[in-house]
């Protein structure tokens, strides 16, 4: 027998001598899985004698007369005494890398055991279906001690390195990915298999075929490496890259052949679809696997017509090359082109006449069952429609505990009226109950904290939808990575009891979330943040946050706690304590005209304030039963105080009605509000973050004016929503998201107040307009001020109150000027639309958004001024035609008018930003770190002049009035520039929708 293959056993030497005067036999046993023979391999003896020789063959022959009986009887004696023989020793011979403590832990026979040669055969069969050896043959030798086993082995080289020359068109990551897939077995320091070197030829040929390249050639290239390893060399010569030609499509004389080549989903050019001339603008690459499946899809746009017998035959392909002038290079074309015949037979356009039903024990309401179908009768028949309406009918039974419902549609045809009519038989099967409800993986949430967001009960009758539901459930909790039904739960039937068992494997994400931002913005100038949260506080589903963001212009501090369930109901209470101080400088907007000092003069008409607020809130809601709507109730109370750090701030604060009778500087101190805000929310979302599918709706209404002393409404909407994109060639799965969120918010005062300026509404940031700055994309107002300004000399300097004391400071002319401030919006619309393209799972994504948003101050009643406000802007004089001792003598009353009136071309401007965007989910702080650049296409470019009502009359007569009226008209009533950015490049931790 041939060593090394599998019907090489074994073979056992051993050598017995038996002596006859003087003759011996020399006799070998072979051991097969058959049993013992024997036979003789030599012979031999040794006499000079003629007698000896006589006497020799005499005693020869008589000998040979019994040697049968004498060889059966020491065949019976040898397989005694090697029945009783003791494996002695087992010596490996041989093997270079595999130890031999591997070696004999394959082994059936063992050291002190008795020698059985079905066993030495089951060794062999062990070891040769380890695919660790080229060659394997064990030998018995007999010693004193008993037998020993020599096992001799040839082990398969090891492959060292793996080279593919002349691989262009695919990755070697996208080489290995499909070994992976197809388990091919092969990779470095793996053992070298001839039938696995062609497996990983013919799946690089059909990967290569499926990327254009149908007469790629692959020869592999084997380099032995002493002792014992290989260097593979796969040789690829990928030969012209084939595309598809032509699609042409025979009998078909009902529906046109472009709808039909725009069904072939795999196969068909590239272009504009529905556009005629520019439908087939780019060729796509040849995959004849995909080929037969495009067939069948020619064949379901017949039946989606009413086609329903319509048939396509075996496709015809013309390998041609290709010709012409390229319209890019306008250079002669390269390459191969693949034409394509589809034979059609159409058959006759059936309607739908009905539906029918049997078996239905349980459902006996056919309007219900028919209700699962969306086509009507006497409309043509639609293969998908109908299909859908299957599926449909399944979900509705599988709602009712029937989970091995099924419908088997039988068609009847009407060939006189071309009508069909189907007779749907169904298999009800019976009701199943859940009889356990079982977790796995859950090493921190308590069971009951799962069980209790479930809306499937033990004992209740199994509902496929719920189940499901419940699983969309967990989602929103975040306590796991996405639940997914298929995946992670698994059903156990028990038929005979009619109960089905459910098992859902989790796994727990890290429940500690703490998240890190910091750089350089707008309203935060440079600022660090930290914030914890622990989302399921002791596994108990209970939520502790702290955050803290100190930076050179904002301070947030906040400590929280919230409890999803009280007294094992699903009551949601929390509360949080907050102490937080914000900057707000608008002067970085701006781009002013004129010399450094008319800048600084123009930057105390321009907003800038801070506001420090503490307060508490505290919060409860409260689910509807079986759905995902939740009603809530929030009550804060918080009291702030503003500063102001330029004349327009001070003003637009101290006058602006939003405290009724408290006016001036008493006006920024002690702003009490006392808050309820009422929300309703449905929330349908498969994921917190990064939802795949899936919506959400919130309303709130904020009402302000309880206790305290403001007083308004607030009324905020939004909706959010997430859908898969199915049906592109490179993500069949729909992978991809595309997303987008509506939103619009409104603030009016009440009670005869205006809404406090620091609620209005500001635009810009990450989070609703990413390529502006914080709170930048608002309207700007014109807001009335009294400034001081210096009466100056030609000489620069200024006239002094008392010439024999100039420490007591100059003489200071009053002037009516127009601050400009960001007034914000009482109405805001923010449009968020993006498509999220994961790149591995949901840790990291490459995101395309287009952001638009509009901040309008739409009511001019809520900009009023009060009359206390107003009366402190009307009563004082202005100007100083004349001064005695150091005071202004005479001046005009101004009359100012008592609304805010909008800068005119600043109102009602859109915003739109778009660009991309990274995402990464840092698996430590749980949160996502994101770089993204956007370009602002439509943004506030706004040039304009300030209102002026200074005039010559309220300066004194001379060389220093006429100098100080110069400078006063240079400061106040020069040009200015708004100018938003163009591009944005960003880094934040945050979301955006």
């Given amino acids: 027998m041939k060593q090394g293959s599998p019907a090489h056993i074994s ?9 006859y005067n003087r003759l011996f036999l020399k006799i070998r046993l072979i051991f097969c899985s058959e049993g013992v023979t024997i036979f003789p391999v030599e012979r031999w003896g040794a006499s000079s004698s003629a007698q000896k020789s006589q006497t020799l063959r005499r005693s020869l022959r008589r000998t040979l007369q019994f040697l049968p009986l004498f060889c059966c009887l020491l065949a019976l004696t040898a397989w005694g005494q090697q029945s009783q023989q003791i494996v002695s020793q087992i010596r490996v011979i041989g093997n270079r890398e595999i130890p031999k403590e591997t070696v004999l832990a394959r082994m059936f026979s063992h050291v002190n055991d008795t020698y059985d040669p079905l066993t030495v055969e089951r060794d062999f069969n062990s070891l040769w279906n380890t695919g660790y050896f080229d060659n394997v043959y064990i030998e018995k030798e007999d010693s004193p001690k008993g037998v020993i086993l020599d096992v001799y082995v040839t082990e398969k080289p090891t492959i060292r390195e793996i080279n593919y020359k002349g691989l262009n068109s695919v990755t070697q990551s996208d080489v290995l990915d499909r070994f992976k897939k197809e388990k091919v077995g092969i990779s470095v320091e793996s053992k070298f298999d001839e039938a696995r070197m062609a497996h990983a030829i013919a799946v690089l040929k059909e990967l290569l075929a499926e990327h254009g390249h149908q007469f790629a050639t692959i020869k592999p290239d084997i380099k032995k490496i002493p ?25 078909n ?4 052949s472009r ?19 520019l439908e087939n603008l780019f060729a796509r690459t040849y995959d004849a696997s995909k080929l037969e499946e495009d067939s069948e899809r020619v064949r379901q746009a017949y039946r989606d017509r009413g086609y329903l017998r319509a048939s396509v035959g075996d496709a015809k392909t013309h390998l041609r090359n290709e010709t012409g002038l390229s319209l890019f290079t306008f250079r002669p074309k390269k390459g191969k082109r693949i034409d394509i015949a589809l034979p059609i037979d159409e058959g006759g356009r059936y309607r739908l006449s009905k539906i029918t039903f049997t078996g239905n024990k349980a459902v006996t309401n056919v309007r219900a069952l028919r209700a699962q179908f969306a086509i009507k009768d006497g409309e043509y028949f639609n293969a998908t429609a109908f299909a859908k309406g299957l599926q449909n009918l399944q979900k509705a039974y599988g709602q009712l505990g029937y989970i091995n419902f099924s419908g088997i549609p039988n068609p009847t045809f009407d060939e006189a009226n071309h009508t069909v009519a189907f007779n749907v038989d169904i298999d009800e099967g019976k009701p199943y109950y859940v009889s356990r409800i079982e977790f796995q993986g859950n090493t921190t949430t308590r069971d009951f904290v799962i069980r209790r967001e479930l809306m499937l009960e033990e004992g209740q009758v199994y509902n496929s939808h719920l189940w499901e539901l419940s699983l969309q459930r967990l989602n929103q909790l975040d306590y796991f990575d996405p639940l997914k039904v298929d995946q992670d739960s698994e059903t156990h039937q028990n038929a005979e009891a009619g109960t089905v068992d459910l098992l859902l494997k989790v796994k727990e994400k ?16 440079s600022f660090l943040g930290l914030n914890y949260q622990t989302n399921n506080f002791l596994g108990l589903g209970e939520t502790l946050s702290v955050q803290a963001n100190l930076g050179e212009v904002q301070r947030n501090i906040r400590f929280g706690f919230n409890e999803p369930y009280v007294h094992n109901r699903p ?26 000092n008319q800048s600084i003069a123009t930057q105390s008409l321009l907003q800038k304030y801070n506001q420090e607020s503490t307060g508490f809130s505290v919060s409860g809601s409260y689910p509807i039963r079986r759905s995902f709507k939740r009603l809530g109730f929030t009550y804060t109370l918080d009291k702030s105080s503003v500063s102001t750090f330029s004349a327009a701030s001070t003003s637009f604060f101290q006058t602006l009605a939003f405290r009724s009778g408290i006016q001036g500087q008493n006006a920024l101190e002690g702003i009490v509000s006392s808050m309820a805000s009422f929300s309703f929310m449905e929330n349908k979302l498969d994921a917190t973050y990064q939802p795949h599918s899936g919506h959400e709706l919130s309303a709130l209404l904020q009402v302000a004016g309880l206790w305290g002393n403001v007083r308004y409404i607030s009324p905020v909407v939004e909706y959010r929503s997430f859908h898969p994109v199915k049906g592109l060639k490179f993500d ?25 300026p620091f609620n209005r509404f500001y635009s810009g940031g990450e989070s609703e307009l990413r390529g502006f700055d914080i709170r930048s994309a608002t309207p700007y107002g014109f807001v009335p001020t009294k400034v001081m300004f210096n009466l100056t000399n030609p000489d620069g300097s200024t006239v002094p109150r008392d010439p024999t004391n100039p420490s007591d400071g100059a003489i200071q002319i009053p002037l009516p000027v127009y601050g400009i401030a960001s007034i914000g919006g009482d109405l805001n619309i923010v449009a968020n639309q993006q498509y999220t393209i994961p790149i591995y799972a949901r840790t990291v994504a490459f995101v395309i958004f287009n952001d638009f948003g509009m901040d309008m101050a739409t009511s001019t009643s809520q900009l009023r001024q009060s009359p206390e406000g107003q009366a402190m802007l009307n009563s004082p004089l202005y100007g100083c035609p004349n001064y005695t001792n150091g005071a202004c003598q005479g001046g005009v009353q101004i009359q100012f008018d008592k609304y805010i009136a909008p800068i005119s071309g600043t109102n009602y401007v859109p915003r739109d930003s778009i660009g991309g965007e990274l995402d990464v989910m840092m698996p430590i702080i749980n949160a996502p770190i994101r770089i993204y650049y956007a370009y602002n296409p439509v943004r506030l470019e706004k040039d304009f002049a300030q209102q002026n009502l200074i005039t010559r009359s309220m300066f ?24 938003e950015p163009k591009k944005t490049f960003r880094l934040s931790v945050s979301t955006t929708f």
């Avoid at 073979?11 to 002596?19: A, D, I, N, Q, Y």
């Avoid at 890290?510 to 100038?525: F, H, P």
């Avoid at 009226?965 to 240079?970: G, M, N, P, R």
């Fill in 11 to 19: 073979e056992l030497g051993s050598t017995r001598s038996v002596p």
């Fill in 227 to 251: 002792p014992a390893s290989v260097q593979i060399n796969f040789i690829i010569k990928e030969g012209p890259k084939v595309k598809v030609g032509d699609i042409r499509f025979t009998g």
């Fill in 253 to 256: 004389e009902h529906v046109k």
């Fill in 259 to 277: 709808e039909l080549r725009a069904a072939m989903r795999n196969l068909r050019p590239v272009g504009i679809p529905h556009s005629i001339f």
């Fill in 510 to 525: 890290g429940k500690n979330s703490i998240g890190l931002n910091g750089g350089v913005s707008g309203l935060g100038g």
């Fill in 571 to 596: 009551l949601n209470l929390g509360f949080q304590i907050f102490n937080s101080k914000q900057d707000y400088n608008s002067s970085k907007n701006y781009s002013l005209t004129g010399s450094a």
């Fill in 732 to 756: 069949r799965e729909g992978r991809n998201v595309f997303g987008y969120r509506l939103q619009a918010s409104y603030i009016h005062g009440v009670s005869g107040d205006v809404a406090p």
């Fill in 956 to 979: 004194p007569s001379g060389g220093a009035g006429d100098y100080t009226y110069k400078l006063a008209e240079e400061f106040y009533g020069s040009q200015l520039q708004l100018r």
